[in-house]
């Protein structure tokens, strides 16, 4: 595949160790970066982001191959696999930096994110009202490194086990037709 035929997604759905470990297992994403984005500092590090005082969201920006999975497809595994109507906390994860978040790259983009979340609201598929922040992509700052595939690295630790684990079983659960093989 042609790096130049992979289109942009960027999420913030809380700790992006949950939203990273998510999005690696879906075909068709080629790649996750954890990062942050949404604020007013550059290259801010993650001791600074995680005060809240940055005004960044914790996120992953998703390069994904659009004949093997659509945008609307990925905006519906991010819906499922987070809180998205807890405004800025996702469980013990309290402050903007987890707030939940859609950061288009294309007015289409943005157009399709406003139809998940009307078709969702619709449905009732949660009992709240969906808080979901649907802004422009700016710039995306990659984390540290020790950041970077953390689930997959640790994924014995406690906080892997109680947090992110369920968030990965519902993925398989609502969305196995997903995953890479």
């Given at each position: 595949?042609?790096?130049?035929?992979?289109?942009?997604?960027?999420?913030?759905?809380?700790?992006?160790w949950?939203?990273?470990?998510?999005?690696q297992?879906?075909?068709?994403?080629?790649?996750?970066?954890?990062?942050?984005?949404?604020?007013?500092?550059?290259?801010?590090?993650?001791?600074?982001?995680?005060?809240?005082r940055?005004?960044?969201?914790?996120?992953?920006?998703?390069?994904?191959?659009?004949?093997?999975?659509?945008?609307?497809?990925?905006?519906?595994?991010?819906?499922?696999?987070?809180?998205?109507?807890?405004?800025?906390?996702?469980?013990?994860?309290?402050?903007?930096?987890?707030?939940?978040?859609?950061?288009?790259?294309?007015?289409?983009?943005?157009?399709?994110?406003?139809?998940?979340?009307?078709?969702?609201?619709?449905?009732?598929?949660?009992?709240?009202?969906?808080?979901?922040?649907?802004?422009?992509?700016?710039?995306?700052?990659?984390?540290?490194?020790?950041?970077?595939?953390?689930?997959?690295?640790?994924?014995?630790?406690?906080?892997?086990q109680?947090?992110?684990?369920?968030?990965?079983?519902?993925?398989?659960?609502?969305?196995?037709?997903?995953?890479?093989?």
């Amino acid at each position: 595949m042609n790096l130049n035929e992979l289109e942009k997604a960027t999420f913030a759905g809380g700790c992006f160790w949950c939203t990273e470990a998510v999005f690696q297992r879906v075909e068709g994403v080629e790649k996750v970066i954890s990062g942050f984005t949404g604020g007013n500092i550059k290259n801010p590090p993650y001791r600074e982001v995680i005060t809240g005082r940055t005004g960044h969201a914790e996120a992953i920006e998703i390069q994904f191959d659009p004949s093997k999975t659509s945008f609307e497809e990925l905006l519906n595994i991010f819906f499922a696999t987070h809180d998205p109507t807890t405004l800025n906390r996702q469980q013990n994860d309290v402050g903007t930096q987890y707030r939940s978040a859609v950061f288009y790259h294309s007015e289409e983009q943005k157009q399709t994110a406003e139809k998940v979340i009307d078709q969702l609201e619709k449905e009732k598929v949660f009992a709240n009202p969906i808080v979901t922040e649907i802004a422009a992509a700016g710039p995306f700052y990659k984390a540290e490194e020790e950041h970077h595939d953390y689930y997959n690295k640790h994924g014995s630790q406690p906080y892997c086990q109680i947090i992110i684990d369920p968030k990965v079983q519902k993925l398989k659960e609502k969305f196995a037709h997903k995953l890479k093989s």
